[in-house]
């Protein structure tokens, strides 16, 4: 119901910081949550973010607490993901998501709507 539309990715250095933008369309922005995850090769797709339809709540993952902010742009159309002090096991192809009923739920089977994704790599 909602279409994704990921920024470009990129190679960054241990220690850096780098930020991911997803725009959508197709209804409200403020109408459903959105989150971010990610996958590495071989390994499972994996919840890093969520926020809250309104903007006002905001969940992470262990993995990324302190380092990570997700958040949604003034014009309401946009969610960032801000990466700072990058590790190389952040390395993996990074998803928007949407249209989660809970907004915090780290199940990527309950995330309706996808963008495309977008590498990240960190070097040591």
């Known amino acids: 119901q909602v279409h994704l539309v990921e920024s470009e990715g990129g190679l960054v250095q241990a220690g850096g910081s780098l930020t991911l933008s997803c725009a959508a369309s197709?209804?409200?922005?403020?109408?459903?949550?959105m989150g971010w995850f990610r996958q590495a090769p071989g390994k499972e797709r994996e919840f890093v973010a969520a926020?809250?339809?309104?903007?006002?709540?905001?969940y992470y993952a262990d993995s990324v607490k302190g380092r990570f902010t997700i958040s949604r742009d003034s014009a309401k159309n946009t969610v960032h993901l801000q990466m700072n002090s990058l590790k190389p096991e952040d390395t993996a192809v990074y998803y928007c998501?949407?249209?989660?009923?809970?907004?915090?739920?780290?199940?990527?089977?309950?995330?309706?709507?996808w963008g495309q994704g977008t590498q990240v790599t960190v070097s040591s």
């Open positions: 998501a949407a249209d989660s009923r809970r907004a915090g739920d780290p199940d990527y089977a309950k995330w309706g709507s």
């Open positions: 197709g209804r409200s922005f403020n109408a459903y949550n």
């Open positions: 926020i809250s339809w309104g903007g006002a709540n905001t």
